[in-house]
């Protein structure tokens, strides 16, 4: 998929809204409908737009419901300024091992002293700056690329419907300790949901109590 | 501007067109309308809602033609995965100082041996690559501010009209050398104006010819 068939996709809101559910969990079409209050018919046109540029898939459980789910993993950038208008999708390298480097290097002294005046100069910066965002690019497509991958392997720790939660809970967990409240709000769920997550979560030794407040041990 | 209202204008291929070409040079609505085969009443659309949105600015020249030019400097950023859907617009971090530090290093290493076990884990390495994803978020937004500010003192270096076409091939030659015809591509302008340019840019000395192929001085 290139950067122009993305941003159509992405110039709708409807569509948007859709896209930011589905990374939540796996929905069928009558629960969207009435999640975003809007037909049935424009969440099916919707999301046809989407499967057929391969962003959405479906699947049928056992009840024979249609489950559909985000199926790509990628990047969309746009760079806008009074001398440039770059668009830039790409998926998530894996080919750039920086697993086995404990830090990513770039250099950013960018100054040149070549004795060409000062034209010449600030061309040769230029294309030093230009080098740089595409290497910043690259890392970040890997980060992208661990983010997901990750993020499968948390979820995939627990059994049940509500794998993604427990993902969910547990990653805003790790960025700092809270309580019921601060969490439901955090991970945009009830607090309701969030208190049976975090008792789970507790109850495989995952996480510990500390008062009112939850955190991972330490 | 946020994601949403920038995603609604980039979601139309003509103003993506036009923004195409108002990051080469400023332009006014005749030549915008003859360049895209599209009826000048629909770009005078395009360049209002661009202009509301205080993406494009016009000026009027000494011969009362009113000019366009994009008038921002944003970036954008949307990742997309089965657990995520996010979107992120910010304009450059000049806060971001990384003009004093010679190495923009970010830790790449997010393994961990907390004692939680396996999921515990998994949390805090995602918490990690979240962090990760920041930093070189914010590196970008800095390479992006730096990179309009070397292209506009770029540009102030040449007077007269042609300032702009003289930028742009400096700073292609400092990608590499090349010939008028790798040059007129790789600049996406005709030979004859590429040619004339070389030619000037040699004659106050930025540049030297070797051969059939230009360079920068060594």
């Known amino acids: 998929m290139d950067s122009a068939e ?12 859709i896209l930011q559910l589905l990374a939540h969990k796996p929905c069928y079409v009558t629960e969207i409908s009435e999640y975003l209050s809007v037909s049935p018919k424009a969440v099916i046109d919707h999301l046809e737009k989407l499967e057929r540029a391969g962003l959405v898939e479906s699947r049928v459980d056992d009840q024979r419901r249609k489950y559909f789910h985000i199926a790509r993993n990628l990047r969309l950038e746009v760079n806008v300024s009074p001398y440039e208008f770059g668009t ?3 998926y998530p390298a894996s080919a750039v091992d920086v697993t086995t480097c404990r830090y990513v290097s ?10 060409g005046g000062e ?24 980060v992208h690329g661990r983010l997901t991958e990750v993020m499968e392997e948390l979820t995939e720790q627990f059994e049940g419907e509500d794998s993604r939660l427990l993902g969910d809970v547990l990653s ?3 960025a700092g300790s809270g ?6 709000r955090r991970v945009e769920a009830p607090p309701e949901v969030v208190g049976e997550a975090l008792q789970r979560l507790a109850e495989e030794g995952v996480i510990v109590r500390d008062g009112q407040e939850w955190r991972l041990p330490e």
Chains 1, 2 share one sequence.
């Not at 965002?133 to 890997?142: F, K, Y």
């Not at 309580?179 to 439901?184: A, G, I, K, M, Q």
């Open 106 to 115: 770039i250099e950013t002294d960018v100054t040149d002293d070549s004795g």
């Open 119 to 142: 034209a010449t100069d600030l061309a040769v910066q230029l294309n030093r700056l230009q080098d740089l965002e595409t290497e910043l690019s690259m890392a970040q497509r890997w």
């Open 172 to 174: 805003t967990l790790a």
């Open 88 to 90: 830039k999708s790409a």
């Open 6 to 17: 993305l941003l159509d996709l992405l110039g709708n809101a409807n569509r948007r809204r």
């Open 179 to 184: 309580t019921v409240e601060d969490l439901s």
